[in-house]
């Protein structure tokens, strides 16, 4: 997915830039930069993090680029900040977003001539090129910003660095958050609100769908676009993407994934006595600790997450390695499984194939019963808004796999749509085989409807394609 973070000060600002960025290497996987402005001139580093983290990577650069302002990002794709010139002047830029109609906005760049792309390996275009170069179509910043909101299909917010100021901008639907933090003298804006606390920044601002926003010292904040009225945050920042101790729209990302585990205690109320409730680690844990306060059922670690040397199981491209990796970093406690009911709280289940790894590896281990219950309702779209998935079809959901075997090659949107009705047939009967098939003793998914109620926010305001297929 990815992560921005910029800083504007009246004093040297890059170690606030360092840590700002570093506090969002959950979002990304690929690469991080810095980029700044000093002495009349712009600076940058980019360097790949796959297999060493932004902190190990950068530590060395923060001598090399000084500077009172200055942004930076993790991500997932592209290298990034780059450094423009342009008729618009030279500026930095950075991006957080999925273009999905890439082509079509290429060939109308091409076709107005005199334009060129630089190659990544593999031969793909850097998608924040790409939005330069849109944004230098128009005869100002603002406008290009606009055009490019006006443009993109899919998600695109941005931060982009003049001499003078940070502009912000955020999706036209607000998929993804964009917030501003503020201290004496200084302004910094972010895709984590917690990334700037302990920084010393409070919150000043969250920008609403749309907005466009100028960051400066002298002008403090100036809104150059007021927000729209239509918003469809991604719902996934909340139960999987978003570190805890963040809040977007008004909802911190604990608080609510422990209500969600208490609707899960609520379904299952009077069903299950399993021995003790426990979360796949990291981010199954609050899940499971709103079920147990909800049920009564202990809370336990089963098994420990090995984080020192191991990264996060889904970095690798290599399927078989991811699968791997996530099997060595869960250290069993073999006193808490062995003869033991286990209930196991999940954030989601996507292909299926490491929580099946994970069922087996705790029979071995001696568990009586594995039951699961995923923190999200079943996934039978993939995002073409964040690239949530790394499937490289929608046929490589689990859902989708188990539909084809009940259903043939001849899907259409409305048996889809039954499926993932939780009254139907369909969905009852899509759940007891994936059930069958990844060796739970038993399933239940949360309910969308659950779901959305654990949220202090109009539903038509989330965007849950991912579970529902619905726009």
Partial sequence: MGGFFGVISDRYCTLDLFFGIDYHSHLGSQRGGMAVFNNGRFSNAIHNIENSPFRTKFE????????????GCISDNEPQPLLVQSHLGSYAITTVGLINNKDE?????????????????????????????????????????????????????????????????????????????YKDGAFCVATESFSYVTLGYEDYKELGPAEIVSISVKDGVKILQEPGNEMKICTFMWIYYGYPTSTYEGINVETMRYKCGEMLATRDKGILNPDIVAGIPDSGIPHAIGYANKSGIPFARPF????????????????????????????????????????????????????????????????????????????????????????????????????????????????????ANPESKNYTEMLDEIRRQLHFTTLAFHRLDDMIKSFDIDACKLCTYCWSGIE
């Fill in 304 to 419: 420990i997450k090995y984080t020192p040397t191991w990264t996060r199981s889904f970095l690798p491209q290599n399927q078989e390695q991811r699968n791997m990796i996530a099997h060595m970093k869960l250290i069993p406690v073999q006193r808490l499984i062995k003869n033991k009911k286990l209930l196991l709280i999940d954030d989601s289940i996507v292909r299926g194939t490491q929580l099946r790894e994970t069922t087996d590896f705790l029979y071995q281990s001696g568990a009586k019963e594995v039951h699961i219950r995923p923190a999200c309702p079943p996934i039978l779209f993939g995002c073409k808004y964040l690239n949530f998935s790394r499937s490289n079809s929608e046929m490589e959901l689990i859902t989708r796999k188990v539909i084809k075997q009940r259903e043939g090659d001849n899907i259409c949107r409305e048996l889809l749509a039954d499926y």
């Fill in 60 to 71: 060395n650069d923060v001598d090399k680029l000084p500077g009172n302002c200055g942004i």
């Fill in 105 to 181: 906005l290429v060939k109308k760049t091409f076709a107005k001539g005199g334009t060129h792309f630089l190659e990544m390996s593999g031969g793909n275009i850097n998608s924040t090129e790409l939005i330069a170069s849109l944004i230098n179509q128009k005869d100002s910043i603002l406008e290009g910003i606009q055009y490019v909101q006006h443009m993109v299909k899919g998600s695109m917010s941005l931060l982009l660095l003049t001499k003078d100021c940070i502009y912000a901008a955020r999706d036209k639907l607000g998929r993804t958050p964009v917030q501003i933090g």
